[in-house]
């Protein structure tokens, strides 16, 4: 990929993570402050979890522009696996068992339920599992995205066994059952409507615009960008607004908005170089650190700020500072450096 558009998707990235964190800061500041709290609900226009849906569809992207050519390749279903495991899997583990620890030692820090043993095991291994109330989520609530992202990750692998052009029949199929399964199966089938929910289609989304950004050469004017961003972001407005995200698919409201917004930053002929651009990117390389350290520092900061009686928005910028300064360090001292050194023993592709 062509370093100008590499630019532009850890830059996308960056954004994604940090709306996501926004808004998990706003509900800690809300749950803990005790000066005025009532200001963040006029800050949400739309459901900042949009962050989610643009990163399935850049993982969608990345993985079929980086494997394109290396469908059917002899033994490289289980290269790509192990090489996704070792990207995902350490610091996703080390926030898991810092949550475990944070539960058993100080549950008024972080709301939580009680720790179920097979729940917690489910939870490290990626196999969604209810919780004493039924909710499906693992231990670390922000897991949850990364079942979908081990589903897709799985069901690419299998693709990649085949021909190119069999094993994107394949994933369209395999979704697509999947999906009809959750459709017609009866609600007491958990598993089956958490495994075939709607938002799946987005990997598929990501794929079919890698496909066409590798099909053509032409690419859309800044100007042009901008309108697709902005298209993007007013749906996501009038889907969030008017509750529509309530009973339509989140492919619906969140996906289309997030193909909308990628299209815009992505296939634009234009890539930012200046300071800012720079920063912006090194934001992007933290990108999966800030998805899952900030559930921890919003919490901190939300409590340290409503205990001084600071006002919503200092401790809500302090919030975003110190997460994003955290996802920088755990990046550079822990997720880069674990990673090479997996890499370099087991994960040669």
């Known amino acids: 990929m062509a370093p100008k558009y590499v630019t532009n998707i850890q830059i996308l990235r960056f954004f994604a993570a940090l709306s996501v964190a926004l808004a998990h800061i706003g509900v800690a500041v809300e749950e803990h402050d005790q000066v005025d709290s009532s200001v963040f609900r006029m800050v949400?226009?739309?459901?900042?979890?949009?962050?989610?849906?643009?990163?399935?569809?850049?993982?969608?992207?990345?993985?079929?522009?980086?494997?394109?050519?290396?469908?059917?390749e002899p033994g490289i279903s289980g290269k790509f696996l192990r090489r996704r495991l070792i990207r995902v899997v350490p610091l996703y583990w080390a926030c898991t068992t810092l949550m475990v620890a944070s539960i058993l030692s100080a549950k008024q820090l972080i709301n939580n339920n009680v720790l179920d043993p097979v729940h917690l095991i489910a939870s490290y291994l990626f196999i969604p599992w209810p919780r004493a109330n039924g909710e499906i989520f693992p231990v670390f609530s922000l897991g949850w995205t990364l079942n979908y992202e081990i589903i897709f990750y799985i069901v690419f692998a299998i693709a990649l066994s085949m021909s190119r052009?069999?094993?994107?029949?394949?994933?369209?199929?395999?979704?697509?059952?999947?999906?009809?399964?959750?459709?017609?199966?009866?609600?007491?089938?958990?598993?089956?409507?958490?495994?075939?929910?709607?938002?799946?289609?987005?990997?598929?989304?990501?794929?079919?615009?890698?496909?066409?950004?590798?099909?053509?050469?032409?690419?859309?004017?800044?100007?042009?960008?901008?309108?697709?961003?902005?298209?993007?972001?007013?749906?996501?407005?009038?889907?969030?607004?008017?509750?529509?995200?309530?009973?339509?698919?989140r492919l619906v409201t969140g996906g289309i908005p997030a193909a909308f917004i990628f299209i815009g930053a992505v296939f634009v002929d234009f890539t930012p170089k200046n300071r800012v651009a720079r920063w912006l990117e090194v934001g992007g390389d933290a990108s999966y650190a800030l998805y899952l350290v900030h559930a921890f520092t919003a919490n901190i900061v939300a409590i340290i700020g409503g205990r001084l009686g600071l006002p919503s928005l200092v401790t809500f910028g302090v919030g975003v500072v110190v997460s994003v300064g955290a996802s920088v360090v755990t990046y550079r001292f822990f997720e880069r450096p674990i990673t090479n050194f997996l890499n370099q023993r087991f994960g040669r592709v």
């Open 44 to 72: 949400y226009p739309f459901d900042w979890g949009l962050g989610v849906d643009v990163f399935f569809i850049i993982s969608g992207f990345i993985m079929y522009y980086l494997m394109r050519d290396r469908f059917g």
């Open 165 to 249: 052009r069999s094993g994107l029949i394949f994933a369209f199929l395999a979704f697509s059952a999947l999906v009809a399964g959750h459709m017609a199966a009866p609600e007491s089938w958990w598993f089956l409507h958490y495994v075939g929910d709607w938002i799946i289609f987005e990997f598929l989304i990501g794929i079919a615009l890698a496909a066409i950004f590798l099909n053509t050469d032409r690419r859309i004017s800044p100007l042009v960008a901008v309108a697709f961003m902005v298209v993007g972001v007013l749906l996501a407005v009038i889907f969030y607004q008017t509750g529509s995200y309530t009973f339509m698919p």
